[in-house]
């Protein structure tokens, strides 16, 4: 199984700050990594697929970039919708999601 | 525009079988090229891959529930189904059936549908 490790588990934030999440797979996945957003008592939305690529109608403040096992979210200007719970999902090899990173208001 | 809406008991008794369907709409089953998968949610906890189904009808399961879960598609009503037998309060979240890609990645979640498993 290939295991999927987010840092941190928490980040405090300010409103138009800039910044960013790791996640580190057990193993190479070259670039099959998708970032999701999830808000309180919502299903979560996709933002990022192939590690590097937006999807459609996400903000362009939102950037990925990785591959093989180390992969990072950047947000460059917090905005107040953004704060929110965000998980990576590896999808090389069956699917993995990491346990997540709460980004709360400082 | 596609969606996808869960349906099912919202609590199961211990030891007993865990069925949800997921009913798509706006796009056909049949005609797809997709994977089509669960994912579930404990209370206040992270996200865990369940499975997924892929148009040519071979499954794949996340390898802690391998012995429990089977992922189904009836394509005549346009659904999927998930079914975990002996389930425990461990299984107990919120489940989300949701759209791939032709890759098992989640390109469309469901609203999601709580399940409680209790007696």
């Known amino acids: 199984d290939i295991q999927m490790t987010q840092s941190p588990s928490t980040l405090s934030a300010s409103v138009g700050d800039r910044v960013t999440i790791t996640c580190r797979a057990s193993q190479g996945i070259r670039t099959r990594l998708a970032w999701h957003q999830q808000k309180p008592g919502k299903a979560p939305k996709l933002l990022i697929y192939?590690?590097?690529s937006l999807e459609s109608g996400v903000p362009s403040r939102f950037s990925g970039s990785g591959s093989g096992t180390e992969f990072t979210l950047t947000i460059s200007s917090l905005q107040p919708d953004d704060f929110a719970t965000y998980y990576c999902q590896q999808y090389s090899s069956f699917s993995t999601f990491g346990q997540g990173t709460k980004l709360e208001i400082k | 525009q596609l969606q996808l809406k869960e349906s099912g008991p919202g609590l199961v008794r211990p030891s007993e079988t865990l069925s949800l369907t997921c009913t798509v709409s706006g796009e056909s089953l049949s005609s797809s090229t997709y994977y089509w998968g669960w994912v579930r949610q404990p209370p206040g906890k992270g996200l865990e891959w369940i499975g997924a189904i892929y148009y040519t009808g071979r499954t794949f399961y996340n390898p802690s529930l391998l012995s429990r879960v089977t992922i189904s598609e009836d394509t005549s009503r346009n659904q999927f189904s998930l079914t975990l037998t002996s389930v425990t309060a461990a299984d107990t979240a919120v489940y989300y059936c949701?759209?791939?890609?032709?890759?098992?990645?989640?390109?469309?979640w469901g609203q999601g549908t709580l399940v409680s498993v209790s007696s």
């Open positions: 949701a759209r791939g890609g032709d890759t098992m990645i989640v390109v469309i």
């Open positions: 192939l590690a590097s």
